[in-house]
């Protein structure tokens, strides 16, 4: 009898390396936005210059 793949868990650690990927990712993506707010504490992305016409 021949060993069987086991498929099922070869997707699941590939979905479990896809999820820790993807909050690394977004643990960068904050960390780098954090960075950003700091060394301009005056100016936000939120903020939009006032238009002057």
């Given at each position: 009898?021949l060993?069987?793949d086991?498929?099922?868990?070869q997707?699941?650690?590939?979905?479990?390396?896809?999820k820790?990927?993807?909050?690394?990712k977004?643990q960068?993506?904050?960390?780098?936005?954090?960075a950003?707010?700091?060394?301009?504490?005056g100016?936000?992305s939120?903020q939009?210059?006032?238009?002057?016409?």
């Amino acid at each position: 009898m021949l060993a069987r793949d086991n498929y099922s868990y070869q997707k699941y650690q590939k979905e479990l390396a896809k999820k820790k990927k993807k909050e690394a990712k977004m643990q960068r993506k904050l960390n780098k936005e954090s960075a950003q707010a700091e060394e301009s504490p005056g100016q936000t992305s939120e903020q939009a210059p006032e238009q002057v016409s």
